[in-house]
């Protein structure tokens, strides 16, 4: 039986008089000690015997515990491993010093980023997949050739930050990339035991992470609504999936493309749409309003060949986890490009996404009082500070009508 442990080694002094702090690994009562990856060594006045980690005296004790907890996580990762591939029969210290002692001196970037890619896709993630696939090529496209993932510094990352900015990329999407980057080395440090971490003295601050806000007003509503386009005509579908995400609570697109005609059932006489919401899994209800039984009336009359609601997956063609997200992604592309030739029309002066259905959804019941909580409920939100970043500024006539109450 193996157990593992952090110590300081007090029995043996370095030069400045501290003592390494090591890991030790006991075997069927055989012990050995292993050095950690980033030498730690302290005083004795530095080092909590009881918790196996450092006192606030030793420097940036926060991070260095936190490096301790990490090699402790991944000494016991190779335990699991080694036993696994021995069936449960044991193992030695020399094979746990094997995988332990792993340099990774040819831990290449972008290698190790197929090896991650192809984990995602084989558990069905492929939205996560597809990010990592998108910064693998960004990266590839600035460095151009593959390189050792300890070579990898905070220069090098400034740089590409420098590059994406001169082609006039978002910072949204320059962060995301530098944070799946992150999370691919976090998964190397912890897994091949990686010791270079360029993100320790990264500046995330530099980057303006502030959306604009996305709602429209009840009016420009309101001329959405009603638009009449008729039914064939260009636009048609894609102003009644719109509306309908709005009249229900802000429903996101790759839920709705998922509809089912049972998930809509009858209580009590009303109408209820019931189903899973697929980001935070939860089950959500929602009483159908007139306009949206409205819209539903169209397409449930209707017959698409396909077990779905409205006209956009079909299961004899989208099939897997990748076409069924390719095929949402290419409807939600037509739907937002209509819904822009709409908003011109009818001289909005602001894109319209399916994120505005939601977005505005939010924002007009607040501006007609509804407490936020109530709000936060509706969408199904974790808790109101997520709602909060929905919720457009009250404009102006509406901050100086509020004011006027006071006296």
């Not at 007090?10 to 050095?35: E, F, G, M, Q």
């Not at 950690?36 to 006192?55: A, I, V």
């Not at 109530?374 to 909060?388: D, F, K, L, P, Y």
Request: aromatic letters at 12%; a positive charge.
């Amino acid at each position: 039986m193996a157990n593992l442990k952090i110590i300081h080694y007090t029995s043996k002094k370095l030069k400045d008089k501290t003592s390494p702090v090591l890991l030790r690994l006991t075997i069927n009562r055989k012990v050995r000690n292993y050095s950690l990856p980033d030498n730690f060594h302290c005083l004795k006045n530095q080092w909590n015997k009881h918790s196996s980690s450092f006192k606030p005296t030793y420097p940036n004790y926060n991070k260095a515990n936190k490096r301790l907890d990490e090699a402790l996580a991944r000494a016991r990762d190779i335990c699991m491993e080694l036993n696994r591939k021995n069936n449960d029969k044991g193992f030695s210290h020399d094979e746990f010093a094997e995988k332990f002692k792993a340099t990774n001196k040819n831990l290449m970037l972008f290698k190790y980023f197929d090896e991650i890619y192809k984990r995602l896709v084989a558990a069905n993630k492929v939205g996560n997949a597809a990010t990592y696939l998108d910064t693998k090529n960004q990266f590839l496209k600035f460095l151009e050739t593959d390189i050792e993932m300890k070579n990898l510094t905070l220069k090098i990352l400034n740089q590409f930050v420098e590059q994406c900015q001169s082609e006039g990329q978002k910072d949204t999407s320059i962060c995301v990339r530098l944070r799946t980057l992150r999370a691919l080395y976090n998964k190397a440090r912890k897994e091949e035991g990686l010791e270079n971490y360029p993100f320790e003295n990264f500046d995330w601050s530099q980057f303006n992470l502030q959306t604009e806000k996305r709602a429209i007003s009840k009016t420009d509503l309101l001329k959405i609504y009603h638009h009449e386009i008729g039914q064939g005509e260009p636009g048609f579908d894609s102003r009644n999936f719109w509306l309908f995400l709005y009249f229900c609570y802000g429903l996101n697109f790759i839920d709705f493309a998922k509809l089912e005609p049972k998930n809509i059932i009858t209580d009590e006489g009303q109408k209820i749409l019931v189903y899973y919401r697929s980001k935070t899994k939860r089950i959500i209800r929602v009483p159908l309003s007139a306009q949206a039984l409205k819209i539903l009336d169209i397409y449930t009359k209707q017959n698409f060949g396909s077990k779905y609601i409205f006209p956009i997956l079909n299961q004899e063609i989208h099939q897997s986890p990748q076409q069924i997200k390719t095929r949402i992604k290419t409807a939600l592309k037509k739907v937002n490009e209509e819904m822009n030739i709409i908003a011109e029309k009818l001289e909005i002066d602001k894109r319209l996404t399916s994120y505005v259905a939601r977005h505005s959804f939010a924002t007009i019941l607040k501006k007609e009082m509804i407490p936020t909580a109530i709000i936060s409920e509706m969408m199904a939100h974790a808790n109101e500070s997520v709602t909060q970043t929905y919720l457009d500024s009250f404009d102006f006539e509406t901050k100086a009508a509020a004011a006027s109450k006071l006296i």
